[in-house]
């Protein structure tokens, strides 16, 4: 089966700088999804990769998917309160019975310092 | 709309005693899903539904049963609760299966603690 990790697995940073979030598959990758969670909240749809050396950009966050595609990287350029949460990537698995069935990475929980 | 929502947001509950959350979605979506979320693991996927009156196991299924008789809800049951199964639950809902573009809408999530 199918795992995902994260890294880190926590990060604290200072109000205004980058970070990277790094989400590493066992196997290739089919479709690769982020998402964030607020503390105490649901799950909020931020990209979704499927391409070798795709890049999609949302304001200020960027999530690459490698070449090979084994490995996602989820960038925050000057970092703001608002981005304090929990990422999670998720991978689409072959499907069997035309569902979804995600397997999600640990998430990376995410503190912005003022 | 109010997208997905659960009932309820918080429940504490004895070894033994049985309990059942409620997922509503109001976009009509055919998917729906229920995981459960632990320290450190991520999100599992207990069941899932690919339409009204069908239901499949999905990663954690064991201790937990669901059923679909409504397109716009999902209900997922605990026969017996045990510590084991103190988590946060979450619903999710899709337009469209899986291997495609495909955003997953969830809910705000249950609380579960047995004791």
């Known amino acids: 089966s199918q795992e995902l990790e994260q890294s880190p697995q926590s990060l604290i940073v200072q109000e205004g700088k980058n970070l990277t979030i790094n989400c590493t598959s066992s196997?290739?990758?089919?479709?690769l999804y982020w998402y964030k969670q607020k503390y105490g909240e649901g799950l909020i749809f931020l990209m979704m990769l499927q391409k070798g050396g795709e890049e999609k950009s949302h304001e200020k966050i960027t999530a690459k998917l490698d070449e090979k595609k084994q490995q996602s990287s989820l960038h925050i350029t000057a970092s703001q309160p608002s981005h304090a949460g929990i990422y999670l990537c998720g991978a689409d698995n072959p499907v069997i019975q035309g569902a979804q069935k995600l397997v999600f990475g640990q998430g990376t929980r995410l503190t912005i310092n003022p | 709309n109010a997208g997905v929502t659960q009932t309820p947001k918080f429940r504490v509950l004895k070894t033994g005693q049985s309990m059942t959350l409620l997922c509503a979605q109001d976009?009509?979506?055919?998917?729906m899903y229920w995981y459960r979320q632990d320290p450190g693991m991520g999100l599992r996927l207990i069941h899932y539904s690919v339409g009204e009156g069908t239901t499949a196991k999905g990663e954690v299924p064991d201790g937990y049963n669901v059923s679909r008789l409504k397109k716009q809800n999902f209900l997922l049951g605990l026969e017996s609760a045990a510590p084991s199964q103190t988590s946060v639950y979450f619903c999710?809902?899709?337009?469209?299966?899986?291997?495609?573009?495909?955003?997953?809408?969830f809910g705000p999530g249950t609380r579960l603690t047995v004791l």
């Open positions: 196997k290739t990758l089919y479709g």
């Open positions: 976009m009509n979506h055919e998917y």
């Open positions: 999710a809902s899709s337009y469209r299966g899986g291997y495609v573009y495909n955003e997953q809408f």
